[in-house]
């Protein structure tokens, strides 16, 4: 069978950016939200368990406008992503940002009420039949709301934030879309120059990063400002809520503690030499005493195994198959059903996601196919996502709302089935150092690349405190977190990478590194139970994923993996599997 490499939007909302559908879907989407609002207005705390059934009301009329916020952000996102130059979408975006955060305002009310009712009260509440099974999430409201300003001074806030706040993350990304690389006499889009940095020439990598290094110099002094006034309105509103903690906001939206924080990035601190050692061997490999940057991603055995789109996708759907049978019938229908765009052009989005349409119970995936083994694994990875939001299908609406850390999770264990498949099946001994080493580069980014964000972000917004700090003084930041991260492996590094890296301008969600580490090495102990289990593992991984929206990341490792993720034990259990395909690495590259 064939599968087409472009997705299919029209099944939403015929028409892209000017589409009738999607105006009277934003019509509909105004007529629930001033309808929550009036509700919300009329809305007092309860004062008995004889007011449940108006909560239950209350919250069934947000979960409609959620779906349809959620509907529409995602149909705008494929939009943006697809052609980065679709004026029309961006102002579709202006559009949705205000409704999201007139909304905003009146959720936080509502939520601000519900803090406000009795202990005695709330509890007997949560155990009517009207709001028991969303126990978790209605704590977890009220806990919020205790945590805020007044219902006044918290919409103030989402006023603001809509040319402020959001408004900076749009003008990163109206700022990459006006780029272009001028290369081999094309312009080629960010996304495009990204996918050389693995080219199998030195010279053309080389290139490529100093032609980036030169395009984020030329516009250093917008991302600078960009950033700085991102990190400040953050800052400000933080201070405003009377929190000294960066991270706070961060922690709690991912439902963890700092203890497993700390415990996670201890333990992977401890154990880098290994991946020194990978780092070292791969530099003399390519002729180099150290690392450079641009030669992070190069390839340095000859592989066979590109694969066509097509190829990918079977490749995908044989070893989904082994795992279990839901996992592949999903893959099998977002393939046939073109929800994934992949195909290799100028115009798009650099990177890649999956994002879900609530409404119609689908997703979509984007990214830009290439044809390398790296390429099949993101398709795996975006795979993952999507399998997770259709584990979920059975829970509430509200139950479904899981944080990114775990988010992480479904998609890296995804990513693993393929990868490890790729290394078993490789024919001849340079695919096979070809193939662990695409393995260890994941490991790399995750232990490295991610800390190296980490410790940069957390850096900055210290210093942000003090007043603005310069494009010179991020590119040291960068630089220095960048040494440290890769433990001295490191010669020539990036010091724009942080004007490069989107996750630093995403202003709906703070500290955007730290839940890809989680999500990689708490799937490596999930992928561990599923290769040691008897029996068909795929029962227990659904069961697992659709607790990801109703418990802390504590509970969930102890109810399905029997496992303390506050010490440093449980992560080491995870980088020592890592640390084996660095030894194989090794062995094969003798």
Not at 151 to 157: M, P, Q, T
Not at 342 to 359: H, M
């Amino acid at each position: 069978m064939t599968y087409s490499d472009v997705w299919d939007l029209d099944v939403f909302f015929e028409g892209g950016s000017t589409s009738l559908q999607f105006k009277e879907h934003l019509e509909t989407l105004d007529r629930k939200k001033a309808g929550f609002a009036r509700n919300e207005k009329a809305f007092q705390a309860p004062q008995s368990k004889a007011d449940s059934s108006k909560v239950a009301t209350m919250i069934e009329e947000a979960k409609e406008v959620m779906l349809y916020l959620r509907q529409a952000g995602a149909f705008i996102g494929c939009l943006e992503a697809q052609d980065m130059k679709d004026r029309g979408a961006d102002a579709l975006r202006g559009k949705l940002t205000s409704a999201s955060a007139d909304f905003q305002v009146a959720f936080n009310s509502f939520q601000q009420k519900l803090s406000e009712t009795q202990e005695d009260v709330w509890e007997e509440l949560l155990r009517t039949e009207h709001l028991s099974e969303l126990i978790f999430v209605l704590n977890e409201w009220r806990e919020k709301a205790k945590d805020k300003l007044s219902s006044g001074e918290e919409a103030l806030i989402q006023s603001l934030s809509i040319d402020g706040y959001h408004g900076w993350g749009q003008m990163y990304d109206t700022i990459v879309g006006s780029m272009e690389i001028p290369y081999d006499g094309e312009q080629l889009s960010i996304g495009q120059a990204n996918n050389l940095s693995s080219h199998q020439d030195e010279k053309v990598r080389k290139e490529i990063f100093d032609l980036l290094e030169k395009a984020w110099t030329d516009k250093e002094e917008l991302f600078a400002k960009t950033l700085n006034h991102l990190a400040g309105f953050r800052l400000n509103v933080y201070k405003k809520r009377g929190w000294d903690e960066v991270l706070k906001e961060p922690l709690e939206y991912n439902r963890m503690k700092k203890e497993t924080l700390e415990a996670m990035w201890g333990a992977i601190s401890k154990n880098k030499a290994p991946f020194v050692k990978y780092l070292d061997r791969k530099a003399k490999m390519l002729g180099k005493e150290k690392m450079d940057w641009y030669n992070m991603d190069a390839p340095v055995a000859e592989s066979s195994s590109s694969m066509s789109y097509n190829e990918g996708a079977e490749f995908i759907l044989k070893h989904f198959g082994r795992f279990g049978t839901e996992m592949a019938d999903f893959a099998q229908k977002a393939f046939e059903d073109r929800w994934i765009e992949a195909e290799d052009r100028a115009g798009k989005r650099p990177g890649g996601f999956c994002t879900s349409f609530p409404l119609s119970e689908q997703s979509r995936i984007f990214m830009t196919y290439s044809g390398s083994m790296s390429n099949v694994a993101t398709l795996a990875h975006e795979l993952g996502h999507a399998f997770h939001s259709y584990a979920l299908r059975p829970m509430h609406t509200l139950n479904r709302n899981y944080a990114m850390n775990v988010a992480e999770t479904a998609s890296t264990f995804a990513e693993m089935i393929v990868a490890d498949a790729a290394v078993k099946e490789a024919q001849t001994k340079e695919e096979k150092i070809a193939l662990v080493e695409d393995k260890l580069q994941r490991s790399v980014a995750f232990f490295m690349n991610i800390h190296a964000r980490f410790l940069f972000e957390t850096r900055f917004y210290e210093e942000r405190k003090n007043g603005l700090v310069s494009a010179e003084r991020l590119n040291e930041l960068m630089t220095e977190a960048q040494k440290e991260a890769y433990a001295g492996a490191l010669d020539e590094a990036h010091p724009h990478f942080w004007a490069s890296k989107l996750h630093f301008y995403i202003s709906g969600v703070p500290f955007y590194n730290f839940p890809y580490t989680f999500g990689y090495l708490f799937s490596l102990s999930i992928y561990a139970k599923a290769l040691e289990a008897e029996e068909n593992y795929e029962e227990k991984y659904m069961a697992l994923l659709r607790d990801t929206a109703v418990m802390t990341v504590e509970e969930l490792a102890m109810k399905h993996l029997g496992e303390d993720i506050t010490k440093e034990a449980f992560w080491e259990k995870g980088i020592a599997l890592c640390i084996k395909d660095v030894e194989e690495f090794l062995s094969l590259t003798e």
